[in-house]
């Protein structure tokens, strides 16, 4: 008899995700035009894998996103509720988001040797170099800048374009890089096209927030360049501003959020 390998951690995750993509598209169609008998049958023959999988899950997606809260348990039921409505239905989409980052950041931690098969991180491992995922609009002076002061804390950016795409699409490609990241940094300048008193952001900027506001949601530092504004529905509520020729004050946001996300160790300066 041959015997089954152990997936380990990354596998069992994977599978758990798979039932969960499986969920969301059983959902979308419960939601436009409801669930044939057979359907609703296979439905929750995946529910009742679930459920009990989410208990596990749960705790190790939010470990693994560095969120000390997570989405708890109580969340996943929600998500998990049988009959449709808009509360179960934004809840199934958060963690199924959710645990497509942590799927993703499992992989990257296991590839680069900083957990093993079981999810455990190595010892000696935990003090990695800090990866910071930066959106952005375009190339411009303020994103050279904040590309040099994050390499010169020892971050590494991580700037989707300059990112081997490995064959991903470009909605892949920004989710694996996201996953891969300990913080994001929004670099929201003003779109020159725009025309009017109020300039938002790009369109893939505005994107990419709401994504890490799923995956890093206490893990995001706002930058807002002068002139511009975010949409009323863009819910950042610490901001600092910058000009491209200014990013002091905007630096000085950089580390002292960084620090308090424990990315990098607080110096003391004394004077001469």
């Given at each position: 008899?041959?015997r089954?390998?152990?997936?380990?951690?990354?596998?069992?995750?994977q599978?758990f995700?798979?039932?969960?993509?499986?969920s969301?598209?059983?959902?979308g169609?419960q939601?436009k035009?409801?669930?044939?008998?057979?359907?609703?049958?296979?439905?929750l023959?995946?529910w009742a894998?679930?459920v009990?999988?989410s208990?596990?899950?749960?705790?190790i997606?939010?470990d693994?996103?560095s969120?000390?809260v997570?989405y708890?348990?109580?969340?996943?039921k929600?998500?998990f509720?049988?009959e449709y409505?808009k509360?179960?239905?934004d809840?199934?989409?958060n963690?199924?988001?959710y645990?497509?980052?942590?799927?993703g950041?499992l992989?990257?931690?296991i590839?680069n040797g900083?957990?093993?098969?079981?999810?455990?991180v190595?010892a000696g491992q935990?003090?990695g170099q800090p990866k910071c995922?930066?959106?952005?609009?375009?190339?411009?002076?303020?994103?050279t800048k904040v590309?040099q002061f994050?390499?010169a804390?020892?971050v590494?950016?991580?700037?989707?374009?300059d990112?081997?795409s490995s064959?991903?699409n470009?909605y892949?490609k920004v989710?694996k890089?996201?996953?891969?990241s300990?913080?994001?940094?929004i670099?929201?300048?003003k779109?020159?096209?725009?025309k009017?008193?109020?300039?938002y952001?790009?369109?893939?900027?505005?994107?990419e927030?709401?994504?890490?506001?799923?995956?890093?949601?206490?893990k995001?530092i706002?930058l807002?360049?002068?002139?511009?504004?975010?949409p009323?529905n863009?819910?950042a509520?610490?901001?600092?501003?910058f000009t491209q020729?200014?990013m002091?004050?905007a630096?000085k946001?950089i580390?002292?959020?960084?620090?308090?996300?424990?990315?990098?160790?607080?110096?003391k300066t004394?004077d001469?």
């Open positions: 008899m041959v089954r390998k152990d997936k380990g951690i990354e596998g069992e995750l599978d995700c798979s039932n969960l993509t499986k969301v598209s059983y959902r169609t939601r035009k409801g669930l044939t008998p057979d359907t609703a049958k296979e439905m023959l995946i894998k679930l009990p999988q208990g596990k899950f749960a705790p997606i939010a693994l996103m969120d000390g997570g708890s348990y109580e969340k996943w929600v998500a509720t049988l409505d509360a179960s239905d809840e199934l989409l963690c199924w988001t645990a497509l980052a942590a799927t950041k992989e990257s931690d590839a900083i957990r093993d098969n079981k999810g455990n190595i935990e003090m995922f930066i959106s952005h609009s375009g190339v411009t002076s303020a994103l590309e994050l390499n804390l020892g590494e950016p991580l700037i989707v374009k990112q081997p064959g991903k470009i892949d989710t890089y996201l996953s891969d300990d913080c994001v940094l670099l929201a300048t779109d020159d096209k725009q009017g008193k109020l300039r952001p790009g369109g893939n900027v505005l994107h927030i709401g994504l890490a506001q799923k995956t890093h949601r206490d995001i706002y807002l360049e002068q002139g511009a504004e975010f009323s863009i819910n509520q610490v901001r600092e501003r020729a200014n002091e004050e630096f946001c580390v002292t959020e960084m620090v308090a996300f424990k990315l990098l160790k607080a110096v004394t001469n």
